[in-house]
């Protein structure tokens, strides 16, 4: 998986945790409509190798989570185009064009940049 590949030899020192903010916390869309979700976190996830270490993870109901984008806007084996993320340094965005029943899930924003990774609580 692209996600976790990502992480090899990307980590630097820790100099306390990166707090990553999300929103909105909830998100009622009807189908065909389009959604964005917000990320922020407490510093630049820009790293020395100029890969920003932003990805977005859904876990569906029953299931565990899933990758959907990683390295900010690069979507992982077989999500589809409508899925899309932007942003930079701590800045970032997950879009998604027209939501469909198979959307349905918890979103998660993760910071890879330094241990330990951090994603926002639901």
Known sequence: EECLLQ????????????????TPLSLPVTPGQPASISCRASQSLLHSNQYTCLSW??????????CLIYRVSNRASGVPDRVSGSGSG????LKI?????????VYYC????????????P
Do not use: H, W, Y
């Open 97 to 105: 064009n027209r939501v469909e029943a198979e959307d349905v899930g």
């Open 57 to 66: 993870f859904l876990q569906k109901p029953g299931q565990s989570p899933g």
């Open 110 to 121: 993760l910071q890879d940049i330094q241990l330990p990774l951090t994603v926002i609580q």
């Open 7 to 22: 992480l090899i030899g990307k980590f630097k020192g820790s100099s306390g945790d990166i707090v990553m903010t999300q």
């Open 90 to 93: 701590t800045d970032f965005t």
